[in-house]
């Protein structure tokens, strides 16, 4: 009886532990594990570009990640089609992936003469295993051992069927308080094939610089007309301009490039950049950025995915907190702009600044700070950068398309477009 008991409780204590290691996929960009770094995911066709493909075309998606732990794991993968706002379509994956569901990740390398190890995994969506057949949302899932409880990455992407033609213009604010600091998004869906109900069937995502955060949901036009639908309400779609992205160059660690100070090898390399200095100045400055993007790029050795090593970047901000409760964040697509320990800002009273410090591989990057009111919850990208209606951005809108009884939205169209083009 007591042997019964004692293997009774610990069933019971197994199932917890079990139970406490499991975690679930969240539909957003997301690292489940510290160690893994440098998360991509692009159109091959384009460096960083947005990952996005058109339907039944030859294009790729290329996804990579790090390792720190080194060795070689056991990832799998599958990819999940999702609603227009990033919630799951609950289809089956016969409706919408063709050949199999999920996948192991075979394509691995390892690090080499790098003072941090890691080993390096990839894979190119569609391949011959997986292959997303419909348009819309989807979710890439990573995961270790085969179990979906034990995620490691997941990771957002696109499948267009250009049914659509969307026209954009961008122009100031034309809110009078807003004209210096602001830009507005106006644009025009054209379509061939009738669209019975726009302002139940058709859904608009515009977003600035692919930065989630910023996103917009347009669900009904200002004017139909025959064959177009025109966006182009006075205060809608009405963006702050914000600044050129900060930036710094560690391609090499061997020489100080661009905004970096120090360099001091150890068991590890730390980076030292120079002291930023708060962006909010009363005129635009121009400066050439990449609207947050980095790229890996290492001058040191021959191969960027394995050759590059990893250095504890640290950045200086020279500021004061602007309100009592609030936190300053160092943000860019490099950590998918989101704002967590990693990424915040630690203020020293004495010094009156702000100091941080990411782990980041050999390379390019654009970044920026972020304040957030805790009292709020309110986050204000201008208070460090200011905002100012002359700034280079990208601005891009997805169109969503319900069809009458459809059981999913099928993303129809897409445009992005750059403020200085002309």
Known sequence: MIKRIGLFFLLVLSIQLAGAQTQQFVYDNKVYLPQIKTVQCYNTKKEQSIPIITLKSSEQLLFSFDDLNGGSKIYWYTVEHCT???????LSPIDYLEGISEDRINDYKYSFNTLQKFTHYQLTLPNYQVK??????????????????????????????NLVEVGIEIMP?????????????NFTIFHKTPIQNPYTDLKAVVMQNFIPQTAI?????????????VYNELTANDFPAGNEFRKFDIRSLRYKAENVQDIV?????????????????????????????????????????TDADYANV????????????????????????IMDESSKMRFDPAKKRFFGNILLKQGLYDYKYIWLNKATGQTDPTI??????????????FTYYRKPGARWEELIGYSSVNTLRK
């Open 132 to 161: 997303p057949k419909i348009s819309g949302n989807y979710l890439l899932k990573v995961y270790e051992d085969g179990n979906q409880q034990k995620p490691v990455i997941s990771q957002r992407f696109y499948v267009v069927e």
């Open 84 to 90: 227009s706002d990033w919630k799951p379509s609950r």
């Open 384 to 397: 460090f950068e200011g905002s100012y209606f002359e700034t280079a951005n990208t601005y891009q809108v």
């Open 217 to 229: 949901v347009n669900t009904k036009p200002t004017f139909i007309k025959p064959g177009s639908l």
């Open 314 to 337: 640290n950045f200086t901000l020279n500021a004061t907190p602007p309100t009592t409760n609030g936190e300053a964040y160092v943000i860019g697509r490099f950590n998918n702009y």
């Open 173 to 185: 604010s034309t809110q009078v308080p807003l004209r210096f600091s602001n830009q507005k998004v």
């Open 265 to 305: 090898r150890g068991t590890l390399i730390d980076v030292v950049l120079f002291q930023d200095v708060n962006g909010n100045k009363p005129k635009y400055t121009n400066l050439v950025d990449e609207n947050g993007n980095f790229f890996v790029r290492n001058t040191d050795g021959r191969d960027n995915n």
